[in-house]
């Protein structure tokens, strides 16, 4: 199949229809609409169920409804809607019924901007809801990587009977590349046997997050976090390496961000400065192994994200203080330029001086660096 | 080999469709590409800009700093990114809105009176694809069939009849000095 110009929104959109998505439930926000958009036209066209609910709220618990009924079911925001979902994503978590979010995340706190973010990264990864649970939350980095991950997503979702979050920012959301979109899927024919089809001819079907004794709560508390464990432990992890073999600095970032550091690992490489890039694909489970294997090889790591750093703390706490691990973020809806993190790179490997160097009277420590800047 | 490209105007002056021919015709013709918009609560008459990568190799940030292309439909473009332009790059400036003159020596500029050459050609509202024209002139990343052939393959049905005169402002623009 040939490829075709597309923009991330309506791709993801498109993807998940031919993932096998039967039903489909929102409330527009920018930069996520055209995802929406497209689903009002193309489901109805199918003979499927697109819904524009009333509210957020609204949205994520008819999504609970109907994926309790066995049907692939997804929403889509963006951080403040997805802000108001969180209660339904408890509840869906708690009933253990698979159901697929997107977020196309946007500046924050509060309605903040609508331009491209990673601000909701410890919302999705850590804190979705009330109690204990984790969503699998895939962040593709390009049209295609979206459109992968979205099927990726249905396919998790229903394997784990969980919650499945493909998050990207307004940039993925809203820029077009070349991609090519699966085959359309056939639609099972029938459900799954846990879910309430009308309990004709067979045992009920019971799909609830309410256990009131301590006893049974705390024992499907353990059962959803051996699930967990199970998911973390089952090859889900899922990454990208870009000139890690030999680096001496690696680059951490998802998304946006590690397009840009990409970029920047291309120019620096250049220079001669050995530059890698580890790119997290599931954010939750979080590549952690990989990443403390990586300290025996790289001695510095710098984290680029855009947020006041996020998953800096994921990288750290995999690090177990290895190797020093530096941040570089913007926020507000801003893009770093991968000039920005050159020049962070650049500090870091002490080819130039920081700001600190330039007061204290300090030339870069690095012998050979420090030669290569004084022939400058 | 990778080029930036970055077209801004007024919204309404066709800067995100000239930015998405090029990326349809860097993708038929088989290369990387990215078109990303700006996009705000902007309205018709607002500012509108987008950035085109087209290259050889996967492309990273699909952002740049240092443009190695600015196209300039309006005065306000023309003031955000005359300095803005990569050393050894290229203006483009629509000198029918834009009065100012580039005093940099370090990059190529071209003024093309693109409203005039669109209006002069039937349809003033084609003055993209005249600046579209003297892109690729100065700057052979595709050729003018290619853009062309985008054109016929990605133009919707609904403005099917403006094909011809948009391939003869393309071609009005190649040819302008």
Redesign the interface.
Known sequence: MS?K?MKGNVAIAEASVRAGCEAYFGYPI??QTELLEYMSERMPELGRVFLQAESEVAAINMVYGAAATGVRVMTSSSSPGISLMQEGFSYIAGSDVPAVIVDVMRGGPGLGN??PSQGDYNQITKTAGHGDFHPIVLAPASVQEAIDLTVLAFDLAEKYRTLVFVVVD??IG?????AELPPMRELPSGRPDWALTGAKGREKNVISSLFLGTTELELMNKELQAKLAYIQANNEIRYEEYMTNDADLLLVAFG?AA????????HLRQEGLKVGLFRPITLWPFPSRRLTQLTYLADTFLVVEMNAGQMVHDVRAAVHERVPVHFYGRMGGV?P???EVEQKVRELMRVVPTEDDVQTHQFPVKPQAAHEFLRM | METSIIIAGFGGQGVLFAGQLLAYAGMDAGKNVTWIPSYGPEMRGGTANCTVIISDQPIGAPIVAQPDVAVVLNQPSFDKYVNLVKPGGLLLVNSSLVTSVCGRDDIQTAYIAANTLAEEAGNVKLLNMALLGALLARRPILTLEQLEQSLVNHVGASKAHLLELNKQVLQRGYSCQ
């Open positions: 490829k110009l920018t930069p609508i331009q307004g940039a809203q820029m077009m590349e070349p946006t397009r840009v550091a990409q970029t920047a690992v291309q893009i330029m991968p000039e």
